[in-house]
């Protein structure tokens, strides 16, 4: 039985120029609203830098996992020398730069294996699901939803409009 998520009541406005949205973002958080969901085409700088989100958490994934890579790559082939001595041309047993090239991969393998792992746990954890959406965002508009209750509906839609959306749609619970 396939459950469907519960949705979110607030608004969805549509916005055609950048500037409105990103006008209507900072009008947004200016009034305390920090919940905010913004659909674009391509990604945009001045949207980002309107939402002022944090950095992702994402990138710490991937430092341990490539930070782990490395150091197993150089344990590893170090421990193997070591444990299994040979004796090529005079080298010494545990010489680094031959085990270079398995600790890049080894890092690349776990930082991209970790990006991935971190992407899918902050995908279920922080999912945005029963929050309204238009296919016109993936084209040529912006879409900001922002998540309220019934008493403030009016005035966030007055605030959508005189920044510039050419659109305000109600989604109810």
Request: aromatic share 8%; hydrophobic share 45%; net charge neutral.
């Amino acid at each position: 039985m396939r459950r469907t998520p519960r949705r979110v009541p607030g608004l969805l406005a549509s916005f055609v120029h950048v500037d409105a949205a990103a006008d209507a973002i900072r009008a947004l958080r200016a009034r305390g609203h920090r919940n905010l969901v913004v659909y674009s085409a391509a990604p945009n700088h001045e949207i980002e830098e309107a939402l002022d989100h944090s950095v992702s958490p994402v990138r710490l994934f991937t430092l341990i996992g490539g930070l782990t890579g490395c150091a197993a790559g150089f344990g590893m082939t170090l421990w193997m020398s070591f444990d299994w001595p040979t004796l090529v041309g005079g080298k010494p047993i545990g010489s680094i730069p031959p085990y270079v090239v398995i600790a890049f991969e080894l890092t690349i393998l776990l930082g991209a294996l970790s990006t991935v792992a971190g992407l899918a746990l902050f995908s279920v954890l922080m999912g945005k699901r029963g929050i309204a959406y238009d296919p016109k965002y993936s084209d040529d508009q912006i879409g900001v939803f922002v998540p309220s209750g019934a008493d403030q509906l009016g005035s966030l839609e007055q605030l959508l409009r005189s920044a510039g959306a050419v659109e305000v749609r109600h989604e109810a619970a």
